[in-house]
């Protein structure tokens, strides 16, 4: 009889480091918001890429499908295993190279968190150029995987704008190194390119080249109130193109209400809606805000933050968001991401849509507005089973009917895959399943992931 795959996997990484424990599996098995459970068979924590390749070759051999999981932070069940998988942590590989100063990057290990590689990166005057509330637990290597976006995307761009070069563990058991030290690099194809949002479907990516960028020595923060979501989107369309824009965030009231009830921490503004505007550059930025909101219809005056404290303070209305959501039980999310023009009559039909299938839930809207990319989130949703899906159906043909896409920052894991067609045909499916094939034909590698 050939090897248990237990043991073969503990002869590779230590048997410290594989579990069979029902109750680890199932706190692994579980998604970020609570909401999915799924069913693994074991856990494996290697602590480099050549250790990943012998445990991927291992598992195909075995017949075994294998789930990755860095921070397990994702929001559309990514990381929840249906086959009962071999879960495949990248939370050893936490090495973070010395800063290139000159060059402005770092090679850092996929486990490596995103608050971790920001302070490697402030300690050398530096900026991470994605950042987002999850920073704390979000690894890179997930949040390349993800092409994940963020509360600076409007300045910097997404995460794939920020890796300049992968290792990544292919299916097969082989290691991609990609990396050059050089700004343009046109040699071959950009595999690199290939595995930035590809959802781990297509190999485990193991350390990253990153880019980072100057850090600002001025900014200045302003959050403002609108009464009209109209009337917010059309700053928010002024600011977005301006230079210096670092940061474009819309709130809803409910949202607001939420933090200040239980949190303390209240709106600075009047208003329905709420729009965190920030800029930052070489030269103080406090003129050029004043003069591009003289003529925003607000409904009352900005608060603005000159200085760092009061800049943290006005921060704090819009990332203590994230701390409420779960306050009702597990929220029921929605990624969207729309043209700035729909936004207005999604929202509102976004809004009826939740009161015909839940009247007692409390929707929830808030996100990165230059880019149209909004998280609405279901509070009190009691919903489940096919009453849940009846709604997350719907809603997700509201997206698609608005000109949006199902999936923007946070990928379509396992919650979006039989979604996918309202956001890509027939034949670009087809060409996205023939690249699978190529990387995975025996489709063991995320096979929950993406693709129905």
């Known amino acids: 009889m050939t090897e248990p795959l237990t043991d073969q996997l503990a002869a590779i990484v230590g048997a410290g480091h594989v579990s069979t424990d029902p109750d680890v ?7 970020h918001t609570g909401r999915y459970r799924g069913h693994a068979s074991m856990l494996v924590r290697p602590r480099n890429d050549e250790e990943i390749a012998a445990v991927l070759r291992a598992c195909h051999a075995a017949g075994a499908c294998v789930t990755v999981q860095g921070g397990r932070t994702s929001l559309v069940a990514g990381t929840v295993p249906e086959n009962d998988d071999v879960l495949l942590s990248t939370e050893r590989l936490t090495e973070i190279g010395p800063v290139d100063t000159t060059e402005r990057r770092v090679r850092v290990g996929a486990g490596v968190t995103a608050a971790a590689v920001q302070r490697a990166a402030a300690s050398a005057g530096l900026v991470l150029g994605v950042d987002l509330g999850a920073r704390d637990s979000a690894t890179v290597g997930g949040m390349a995987s993800t092409n ?31 990396h050059s030290q050089v700004r343009r690099d ?34 200045v923060t302003a959050v403002c109130g609108f009464t009209d979501l109209e009337a917010l989107v059309e700053t928010g369309r002024q600011f977005r193109d301006m230079d210096g824009i670092a940061a474009l965030e819309l709130i809803d009231a409910s949202a607001s209400a939420l933090t200040a009830e239980q949190l303390g921490v209240a709106a600075p503004v009047e208003g329905a809606w709420q729009l965190l505007i920030e800029l930052a550059g070489d ?18 005056e900005p608060a603005v933050g000159v200085d760092v404290n009061a800049q943290q303070r006005l921060w704090q209305v819009r990332e203590s968001v994230a701390e409420v959501l779960g306050l009702y039980g597990p929220p029921l999310k929605f990624d969207v991401s729309l043209p700035l023009a729909a936004i207005g009559g999604f929202a509102a039909a976004a809004a009826d849509l939740v009161a015909e299938h839940a009247p007692d ?19 009190r949703c009691a919903l489940s089973g096919d009453a849940e899906h009846q709604l997350y159906a719907a809603m997700m043909a509201l997206i698609a009917a608005s000109g949006g896409n199902v999936s923007s920052e946070h990928g379509v894991g396992t919650r979006k895959r039989e979604y996918v067609a309202m956001s890509r ?3 670009d499916i ?23």
């Open 430 to 452: 087809a060409a996205m399943r023939t690249v699978k094939a190529a990387f995975d034909p025996a489709g063991y590698l995320n096979r929950a992931v993406l693709f129905s």
């Open 148 to 178: 994940a976006g963020g509360l600076r995307t409007v300045r910097y761009g997404n995460m794939g704008e920020q890796v300049i070069g992968l290792d990544v563990a292919l299916p097969d058991g082989s290691v991609v190194h990609r």
């Open 361 to 379: 839930a409390i929707p929830v809207l808030f996100g990165h507005l230059g880019e149209g990319n909004l998280h609405l989130n279901v509070l």
């Open 186 to 219: 046109n040699t071959g194809y950009d595999l690199a390119s290939l595995f930035v949002g590809a959802e781990g479907t297509l190999g485990v990516i193991t350390a990253l080249d990153l880019r980072l960028h100057p850090a600002p020595s001025h900014r």
């Open 283 to 300: 030269t103080d930025q406090t003129e050029r805000l004043a003069d591009a909101l003289e003529h925003a219809r607000l409904c009352g």
């Open 425 to 427: 045909t027939d034949a």
């Open 25 to 31: 599996l199932a706190g692994r098995s579980v998604d």
